[in-house]
Each structure stands twice: as C-alpha cells, then as structure tokens.
C-alpha cells in the first residue's frame, strides 16, 4: 500500500523482535531476580537466628572492650558499658574528653549509634575522644524498673570519669531517640555527672506537633491510654514484647513496610543486599522491657507528658526538674521525623522557661540543629549526617561547653576554598552559633490551648482506665497468663515469624543457596535501556502512591476522631479539664530572674576588678557579641593562641568558661562601664597581644561588618601603638583566663586541627 498509511514490512518484524527480546530479557531478569531475592531473604532469616542465640546481640561495627555490667550492682539491670577500641590508623588521647553513646531500647538491640565507621561512635574517634558505649541485653532482669537503669548508668559514667583521671571536665553524654529523655533525666537528678550532653532525635514534650504532620501522638488517646500497655504486659507474664514498640513505628509508613523497603532491593538485587541485610540485622534484633518499664514509659511520659511539668517522682520522693541540669544541652533533631518532630524535641524549653531572661538566669546554654529532611532512623544511622551534623558538632563540643548561657542555633555550612584561616576548620563544613529567642522556638508551631485540652482529656481519661484495669481486670489477666504461653505469643509475632519462616529451618528453602549461586555465576540482567524496567518502577510508584493515600485517609481520618472526642466540651467538663489545667507548668518559670537582678549590684563593683587578659577576653566578646554569631574558627584561633604561649600552662577550659560567663553577664548588664574599664586597665597594663593579632582572630570567620565593625574600632582605640613599661598587675587579680601571644598561621603543611587530644582521621570508607 502507498499513501500516509503504509507499512514498512521489514521495520514491523524487526519492532516485534525487539520486543520479543526485551520481554525475554526482562523475564529471565525476573526470574533471576526472584530466586536472588529469595536467598536475601533466607540470608536474613539466618542472620535473625544467629543474631538472637548471642548472649550480648547488638550490632556495633567497632571492636569494644568490656568494662562493667549492670548486673553486677546492688540493684541489677540489663545494661552495661564498653571502650570502644579506635580502629587502626586511629589514634585517641586518654587526656581528652571521654565521649558516651547510650542507645534507646524502644524495640530493637543495642549498636545504632556505631554500626558503621561513619557514625556517632565514629566520629568521636576521628576527633582524637576515648569512645565508650552503654549497650543492653535482649532480657531485663526481673522487677527492674527506669529508675534503676539510671542508676546503673550514673555507676558507669562514673566509672568512665575514674578512668580518665588526666583529663579535668566531664564526658560528654549522647542519648539516641528513648535514650535521650532519660540521660536529661539523670543529669537532672545528678547536675554533678556530666559534660555536655547530646539529645537525638529525643521526645521531650510528648504532646506537640503539626497537625495532619504528626498522627503517632494521636495513638495513645485512639487506645483509651495507658492501660493496654498494661494488659499487654499482663498477658506476656510480666514482659513486655518490643516487637509492638517497632509495629508502632511501622505502621507511620505501610508504602515502606509493606512494599518499598522490599521492592527497593528486589529491583537491585546485586547491589542493595548487603545494606539490607545489615539493616535489617538491627530492625530484627527485638529486646524484651519489664512491665513496670513500659508502664513508666507510656503513663508518665507518652501519655501523662509529665517530665516537663516537673511530676515524675523517683522513689525517694525527688522530682525530676530539667531546670536543675547544668550541662550545656544540644538537641539535634530533624523535620523529616514523623516520630520526634522538632516541635517535641524542643518544645519543653518554654515549658520551662517563661522569657529569655530566665533561661540566662539559669545560666543554662541550650544549643540545637535542626536536619531539613532526615527520617528518624537516618538521625542516628544515615552516613550523610554523620559526616556533616554529628562529626561538626562533636568537634566543636569544647566550644559549646563554654558558650554563654542562652538559646542557640547550631548551623552548617560549606566550607568555600581560598578563605581566610581555612585551616582552622577541618573537613568541608563549617560550624557557627547564632543566637536565638524563645519566640524562635514558639515559631516552629506548638500546640494550641485547644491541642492541649483535648491531650490533658486523653491525660485523665488514661489514669481512669489504667485505675479500673489494674483494679478489676489485672488481678484475672495475671491468673491465666503464664511464661509458656507469653513465650510462644512472642515467637509468633508477625515481626518475627516473618524472619524465622524465611530460614535454613524451612526445608522448602534448602536448595534455594546452591540455586542462587548458579545464578549468580550466569546472571543475566535486563538493558538499564529495556521499556520494561520503565513499566515495572511505573507500576510499583503506582503502588506505593495507592498505599501512601491509604496513609492519609486513615490518618486524616484518626486525626478528625482524635479532634471530634477529646474536644468535645462535655467529656472534658466531665473530666475537669480547663484552660488552665490543660498543660500545668512549673510555677516559678521566672526562677532565678530575681536572684540575678539582686546580684547584679555585686557584679557591677567587680566590674572594673580585671587585669590585661581578662580586659581582652572582654573586648572579644564585645566585638563578637554585634557580629550575631560565633564561629567555630574564632574560638579555634583563640586556642591556638592559648596553646602556643608559655604563661597558660595549667589553664584548663574551665576556668576559661567560667570568665566567659562572669564577662557575658558584665557585658550584658552593665556594657558601657564593662566597656569603659576595659580603656582604663589597657592604659596602665600592656595587652597580651597587639592590636593586628587581635583583629586576625576577630576576622578568622571573615571580615568584620556593620555594628561589629563599629565595636572593633571603638576597642582598637584602647590598644596602644607602643608597650612603654607598664604598672604591674593589680594584687589578687588571676592573669591566667586569656593570656595570649602571636601565632603567625602556619604554612599548609605543619597545619592541625586545634583543640585537644591527637586528631588523626582514618582513610575515607564507603
């Protein structure tokens, strides 16, 4: 035929075979795929056995050393501490801050926060810190309860601090999701125990959140509180399966659970399994809690949202008041976290504080940063955050152990080539502290009073439920459940049925290994170019977005009952839930305000009582103070030129902190005489350093602008031109906070990371 409409015969055939082949290709692809996929599994289900016939599971990738165990105390637990052994090529300083990784046991086994090089416990060791570890064993020690792990882990920090006899502060404590209310509880309880402290990805105010953002703090008002908790322990003879804390977690994403993790390897087969396997090593791993232990959980913090309110109780009596910790507190957290969005991770601060004035009074230095997108897990597990959140903050830790009290924001940024003092910031990011308000805070979007009434009614509702249940029905369900039937309950838990069903016990799977393996050896993958790979991701985002929308109605639809029955006015009435019950606070949120104010006259004659160092130490943080941010480089500068001058032997970082502290309330109440004196004391005594010296490490993070510039030259009018001879300092008056010489930044070559302990990095790992 001729015209628009005719057929080339020969370009028809050869269209068909080439369909003919890629749909043959694509098929022997799949089939190759599906036995490929089957022995991942069946790999899985093995490492599942292996994994849970450990005494000790976890999943550290680091080499560790035992030091002491939980239950070997006076009121044992499950827990206990290792020294993590650097790597070769790694080289730690014994008279450096000791560093402490303590895991959540929210479900799965101990290791998150080191099951790779690049990860908490790593970069601790890259950055020269003697690493330990606060791990647990699958089963709790009968009738343990919260109260006694925090003793448990009091007994090892101070085994970690004996151990480091050299170094004169306090270690540095980083407590992952569940484990980072209970260190904040602990050093609430013992202020005396720690350094700085690290909460990741940690619930701290239960209640907040986004509304149609954040559907898991919904869960415990759509069960009626508390008291299934209660029962479920009940029915496991005491125990409580953590395999039910993980379904929690699963169901936030059933696109995931149910079709993408698995599908995601399925399709790359030949390069996804070994990340798979070695995450699901660690989403497996499921650990057991004592009733008592999920009940604390679940009445006094899930639920009750008592830790910022100041009404957990230890069982001395003692109330936990967050106000009383006295470490510097950063809070690391991400807007990709469904499960501890930021607004819970940093909500309690004004909970706790009424202005910023009180949080100062405190002299309490809150630091946080904020992830643009990182799920929970990848807080504690991604690559990408260690190598930039955790290695920067973890690096700087020295520098916001002396930051002045307050509020601040931890930011991040690229380091640019070619800039001044680039030396003095390792790796390719750069660290700076603004400060912020409370208002900054209130900002991220907190609850309503609305929110909190309809909290404070599941609140109530959940001690009536618990009540009725532990009155009339406990003492039933203890009657009928047995360790037996608890014990065959837990093996048949879909979470881990699913990993047994897919082992070497199945015998249909036996053959399935030798099959693989010829496989392997004659694999045959489809063209990255073949149309039919294109239909298969088409139909499986078709699948994933069909199950998400599943997500949204029900959890659209959850959010809406939640609204509808806590909010309505008469369950409320009933419960005796009002505006100003709904979410009680501290009274004396303006605590210490009043002391401060009445000391300020103290301060003030003191004022003029410094020397030469301090005088400079005080024109640093003038300037500084206009600039709206410090600089992870200025405070290296100022290090560099401490270690490299004679006179500051035995100077140590807290005695540097605590004039930081004394000069920034100065500064901050009475500026213009703190300002003025700095003038008369430079007249009488020689600087430690010259003027040029001073503006290099006031310009280490770039050049000097607007109301900081103005600052700087108001200060280099006090410098003198000359040194003629000088009144000695005045009697009494310490020389030692901040006397500093010249250090002429060194050629590329003998450049080092400044600050403590020896700092050499292993080679790059994938």
Known sequence: ????????????????????????????????????????????????????????????????EPVMSGLSLPRPVNYWLVRIIP?????????????????????????????????????????????????????PVPGQTIEDVGCAEAAFIEAVIKRHPDYPGKPC??????????????????????????????????????????????????????????????????????????????????????????????????TEAERFLSFEKWWGGHVLLNREEIEFIVEELFVGNKLTKGEVRLSSGKTI????????????????????????????????????????????????????????????VSSSVAKKEHTELTENMDLIDILPPGLWEAVITPREPGQDYADLAAGNHVLRFEPRKLEDIRALGLNSAEDDRRFATVARLSEINADLYKTWLRPWVKAVANAPAAELSRRLNPLRSQFEAFSHNNPFLRGVPVLAEQVRRNRRPAAPGNPFLAWQQMASQNIAASLDLFRDIRDSATELLFKQVYGAPALQQALGVTDETARPVPADRERGVAELEAGLAGLRQRVSEINANIAVLRAFMFVLAAGK????????????????????????????????????????????????????VLQKQA????????????????????????????????????????????????????????????????????????????????
Not at 20 to 25: A, C, E, I, K, P
């Open 87 to 139: 790597p070769e090529g790694v080289v730690t300083n014994e008279a450096s801050r000791p560093f402490i990784v303590v895991d959540p046991r929210a479900g799965h086994g101990p290791g998150i926060g080191g099951m790779k090089p690049d990860s908490e416990i790593g970069a601790a060791l890259a950055a020269g810190h003697p690493c330990y570890f606060i791990g647990f064993l699958p089963d």
């Open 629 to 680: 941010s410090l600089d992870e480089r200025i405070f290296a500068a100022l290090r560099r030129l401490q270690k490299n001058h004679q006179s500051l032997e035995g100077t140590t970082l807290w005695q540097f902190k605590a004039k930081v502290r004394e000069q920034f309330f100065m500064l901050r109440f009475d500026r213009d005489e703190a300002v003025a004196a700095i003038e008369r």
């Open 173 to 270: 404590v980083i407590g992952n999701c569940q484990a980072g209310w209970a260190v904040l509880g602990l050093a609430a309880a013992r202020p005396d125990l720690m350094g700085p402290i690290m909460a990741a990805g940690a619930p701290l105010a239960y209640w907040n959140g986004k509304d149609g953002l954040n559907p898991m703090r919904y869960s415990g008002g759509m069960l009626g509180g508390s008291w299934l908790a209660s029962l479920t322990g009940d029915l496991g003879a005491g125990i409580f399966d953590g395999a039910y804390l993980v379904q929690n977690f699963e169901k936030l994403n059933p696109a995931n659970t149910w079709w993408g993790k698995l599908y995601d390897v399925w399709s790359q087969v030949d």
């Open 1 to 64: 035929m001729i015209g628009p409409f005719s057929v080339n015969p020969s370009a028809g055939a050869k269209a068909e075979a080439l369909f003919r082949s890629d749909l043959g290709d694509y098929l022997v692809d799949v089939a190759q795929r599906n036995l490929l996929m089957l022995d991942v599994l069946r790999r899985r289900g093995d490492n599942y056995l292996q994994h849970m016939a450990m005494i000790a599971p976890h999943v550290l990738g680091f080499s560790f």
């Open 687 to 766: 600087p430690p350093i010259s003027l040029e010296e001073f503006h290099g490490i006031l310009t280490a993070a770039g050049p000097l602008e607007g109301e900081a510039l103005t600052r700087y030259e108001r200060v280099s009018r006090m410098f003198p031109d000359h040194a003629p001879e000088r009144e000695p300092p005045a009697p009494g008056v310490e020389t030692s906070a901040l006397t500093v010489r010249a250090a002429t930044p060194k050629p590329a070559a003998q450049r080092r990371r400044p600050g403590t302990g020896s700092r050499r990095r292993t080679a790059p790992q994938k």
């Open 321 to 380: 008041d967050l106000r009383e910790v006295t470490s510097p507190i950063v809070v690391f957290c991400s807007w990709g976290d469904n499960i501890t969005p930021p607004q819970q991770a940093l909500g309690w601060i004004t909970d706790l504080y009424a202005s910023d004035l009180a949080l100062i009074a405190a002299e309490q230095t809150i630091v946080y940063c904020i992830h643009p997108q990182a799920g929970h897990l990848g807080v504690f």
